[in-house]
Antibody, heavy 121, light 108 residues
Framework: QVQLVESGGGAVQPGRSLRLSCRASGFSFRSYGMHWVRQAPGKGLEWVALIWYDGIKKDYADSVKGRFTIARDNSNNTLSLQMNSLRAEDMAVYYC??????????????WGQGTLVTVSS | EYVLTQSPGTLSLSPGERATLSCRASQTLSYDYLAWYQQKPGQAPRLLIYGASTRATGIPDRFSGTGSGADFTLTISRLEPEDFAVYYCQQHDSSPRTFGQGTKVEIK
């Protein structure tokens, strides 16, 4: 069965960096686009970033563009999110999610359990 | 940017009743690319519907999606105890892909 397991969350001060990882199993990882979606405490969902199945095309929300970098390693079935210059408003549970297709659906058909990022001085 | 407005904010119903959730877009979607997700406390969201009316794999047929243009509806024909949750709509039509603020379906 499809499994997505995030790691790397934690507490960090504003302006610092953090790297999230997502390990995928149970499907052909190299065939699917992958996303990061976040949810601030008690709030709704916000799409963050997408990487196409082949890693060539990427897309970011304006709120993170220039600060976050999405990447993937298809040989190890892993997805990552490098987050730099973190702000208080980046505090959220970060979910990795699979795209319904190669990256052009922006429909999230499987989700990980999420990893919490806390940004506070 | 498409703004999605969900109504009502909270729906109080009893098991066995019909639930009707609304999602309105600030502009007409080009391709009726509207998805619905269910989220229970402490859990990740689960995809229910995409393309306005296509049920995702494994989703019971008591969940149905309708609508086009700017007005969309998620209907749960007969509420089961496990259906009490928060429901989000999301447009997968144009950048940036956005979510509604959610509708909570609670037990009356």
């Amino acid at each position: 069965q499809v499994q997505l397991v995030e790691s790397g969350g934690g507490a960090v001060q504003p302006g610092r960096s953090l790297r999230l990882s997502c390990r995928a199993s149970g499907f052909s990882f190299r065939s699917y686009g992958m996303h990061w979606v976040r949810q601030a405490p008690g709030k709704g969902l916000e799409w963050v970033a997408l990487i196409w199945y082949d890693g060539i095309k990427k897309d970011y929300a304006d709120s993170v563009k220039g600060r976050f970098t999405i990447a993937r390693d298809n040989s190890n079935n892993t997805l990552s999110l490098q987050m730099n210059s973190l702000r208080a408003e980046d505090m959220a549970v970060y979910y990795c999610a699979r795209d319904l297709g190669g990256g052009d659906y922006y429909v999230f058909d499987y989700w990980g359990q999420g990893t919490l990022v806390t940004v506070s001085s | 940017e498409y703004v999605l407005t969900q109504s009502p904010g909270t729906l109080s119903l009893s098991p066995g009743e019909r639930a009707t959730l609304s999602c309105r877009a600030s502009q007409t979607l080009s391709y009726d690319y509207l998805a619905w997700y269910q989220q229970k406390p402490g859990q990740a969201p689960r995809l229910l519907i995409y393309g306005a009316s296509t049920r995702a794999t494994g989703i019971p047929d008591r969940f149905s999606g309708t609508g086009s243009g700017a007005d969309f509806t998620l209907t749960i024909s007969r509420l089961e105890p496990e259906d009490f949750a928060v429901y989000y709509c999301q447009q997968h039509d144009s950048s940036p892909r956005t979510f509604g603020q959610g509708t909570k379906v609670e037990i009356k």
